[in-house]
């Protein structure tokens, strides 16, 4: 019993330590910080009003749309819907080029390879599953190429590094890395305290990604040495989308608390918050124009909103959807926006 209480004292001594040491970190940080970003961009000049119109309406899917992402061609997309239904778009033309049935009905995630040549998709059946988009006879039996599976929770998001390497997040609080020829896990990244809701890759370097998660952290991963090296916090609730900055040096988070943030690396602090009085639902997600100067964030309101990055104004709203806007993406050439929703519709918008 004495030991018992020996280590409930010494756990609580260690809680006072790390709050102090917490502390200091916060006060060393803030006499740093000599200027903010608002700031500094009150000479920059500020936008128009960002005019966006529907250029494509995507129809097909006979249920909720949870997930979307543009291939890295800029005209391919794949979206996963709760009918069951992995549908790969021409964006251009609206044509379906593959419809793929998925064991699981309750999907999650998609995503394209930056080859072209496969696509992922995973959710409650806690597996990731690979389809070979080019090869005809995995198409035509519509059976995965490869099924990866040891997360012990749904899957929530994956990230193709190249066709052989593919990163997953999961609601068992931990990231893994996958050798997908070999159909195993390379690595394992734990240090979230709550399920990790989404991840991003680093554009200029495929050695670091971020992931946000329900502990209301987002947190830089470098895969060389398997650790966490930044964990940014700010957020009042769970971490629903992150997103690398275009440059690689920053990232944008959405959360339940009704903001977006613009967090960065070599500051190692939060540069700005999108939030307004006005605005009380949830961010499901969250996408950079080419140049970074927009934030795009869709909303559990059935809108998606536009923000400055720089002077941290809403300059635009897309509505047309009629329910919550579950996914969105911005096109690798910058010149267009997909928004996915649980109406069972995609819009293009530009």
């Not at 006499?31 to 500020?46: I, N, Q, R, S």
């Not at 239904?85 to 998925?102: E, G, Q, R, S, V």
């Not at 339940?256 to 605005?279: Q, T, V």
Request: with cysteine.
């Amino acid at each position: 019993m004495q030991n018992q209480d020996d280590i409930s004292e010494r756990i609580s001594n260690a809680r006072r330590e790390a709050d102090i040491l917490k502390e200091r970190i916060k006060q060393r940080k803030e006499a740093l910080a000599d200027t903010t970003l608002k700031e500094m961009a009150k000479d920059v000049e500020p936008l128009a009003r960002v005019m966006m119109k529907v250029r494509r309406n995507l129809k097909g899917h006979l249920a909720k749309i949870y997930a979307m992402h543009w291939s890295s061609d800029s005209q391919h997309l794949v979206s996963a819907s709760q009918d069951g239904k992995l549908i790969i778009w021409n964006a251009y033309t609206t044509h379906k080029i593959h419809a793929i049935p998925l064991r699981s009905s309750w999907v999650m995630t998609a995503a394209y390879s930056p080859s072209g040549s496969f696509i992922a998709s995973g959710g409650l059946d806690n597996i990731c599953s690979i389809y070979n988009i080019k090869n005809r006879d995995s198409l035509v039996t519509n059976r995965p190429a490869r099924e990866l599976a040891a997360h012990v929770g749904y899957i929530s998001c994956c990230r193709f590094l190249d066709d052989r390497r593919i990163l997953t997040s999961s609601g068992d609080m931990t990231c893994l890395l996958w050798d997908i020829d070999a159909g195993v896990k390379t690595h394992e990244f734990s240090d979230h305290l709550g399920d990790v809701m989404s991840l991003s890759v680093n554009p200029n370097d495929p050695n670091m990604f971020v992931s946000g998660a329900c502990d209301s952290t987002a947190k830089i991963w470098d895969i060389r040495t398997r650790k966490c090296v930044q964990t940014f916090s700010g957020h009042e609730n769970d971490i629903n989308s992150v997103q690398f900055f275009p440059s690689g040096t920053a990232i944008g988070t959405g959360s339940d608390d009704a903001s977006c943030r613009l967090f960065d690396l070599r500051a190692d602090c939060e540069l700005n918050c999108y939030s307004e009085k006005d605005i009380y639902y949830g961010v499901t997600s969250v996408a950079f124009s080419a140049s970074g100067r927009l934030l795009f964030a869709g909303y559990d309101d059935f809108s998606s909103y536009v923000w400055d990055t720089l002077r941290g104004e809403r300059v635009g709203v897309l509505t047309g959807h009629e329910n919550r806007v579950s996914c969105l993406g911005v096109s690798k050439d910058g010149m267009a926006l997909c928004t996915g929703s649980w109406d069972s519709y995609l819009k293009i918008w530009a």
